[in-house]
């Protein structure tokens, strides 16, 4: 299985400010024939399912606002969030859709200072 | 607009079996697949396993063979069996759609069960 691995767990920021969650994954999630990167990026606030952010590593889903962004190729990848809005306290996890079983790294819970 | 509404068993005793099923409104059923994804209270994802239209199947291993997921494309359903549950079974369950691709991002999510395996 591909393990995915996230820092930091935990987050503080202030309003207004940058947030950046990294995610590592055990191999290249990579795909050679279409250079396409098989990792996507999830928001999940309390009592609600996940929500897609982000997919192929740095296309964001429709209705996203630009303030998200994705980034990274092979194992290391990246999700920013500028200008930090209250709304977006919650828990963030990527996840490789490379190869089965789909795993997903264990969360980052983003708070607001 | 696509909608997943789900449903099922929420309280089991050990060795019972899980089932819950989800229907799928708005959107084509064929050309995607149908996930069931798992969340223990205050832990991360897990995916279980998913299904085609046509019924091809794949599942996590880790299940050691205790899930299944079956298709009605007739209602525009699918079911996840989970056998022998217990304790460590305890989780919001979700089912998603992914998109058609061999590999894909989980578009849409139903709104999770809470599942609780206790005696």
């Known amino acids: 299985d591909i393990v995915m691995t996230q820092s930091p767990e935990s987050l503080t920021v202030s309003l207004g400010e940058r947030a950046t969650i990294n995610c590592k994954s055990s191999q290249s999630v990579l795909y050679s024939s279409n250079n396409k990167n098989y990792l996507a990026w999830y928001q999940q606030k309390p009592g609600q399912p996940p929500k897609l952010l982000i997919f192929w590593a740095s296309t964001r889903e429709s209705g996203v606002p630009d303030r998200f962004s994705g980034s990274g190729s092979g194992t290391d990848f990246t999700l920013t969030i500028s200008n930090l809005q209250a709304e977006d306290v919650a828990f963030y996890y990527c996840?490789?859709?490379?190869?089965?079983?789909?795993?997903f790294g264990q969360g980052t819970q983003l708070e607001i200072k | 607009q696509v909608q997943l509404q789900q449903w099922g068993a929420g309280l089991l005793k050990p060795s019972e079996t899980l089932s819950l099923t989800c229907a799928v409104y708005?959107?084509?059923?064929?050309?995607?697949?149908w996930t069931w994804i798992r969340q223990p209270p205050g832990k991360g994802l897990e995916w279980i396993g998913e299904i085609n239209h046509s019924g091809s199947t794949k599942y996590n291993p880790s299940l050691k063979n205790r899930a299944t997921i079956s298709v009605d494309t007739s209602k525009n359903q699918f079911s996840l069996k989970l056998t022998s549950v217990t304790a460590a079974d305890t989780a919001v369950y979700y089912c998603?759609?992914?998109?058609?691709?061999?590999?894909?991002?989980?578009?849409?999510w139903g709104q999770g069960n809470l599942v609780t395996v206790s005696s």
């Open positions: 998603a759609r992914r998109i058609g691709q061999r590999h894909g991002h989980l578009e849409y």
């Open positions: 708005g959107g084509s059923f064929s050309g995607y697949y």
């Open positions: 996840q490789q859709y490379f190869s089965t079983p789909y795993t």
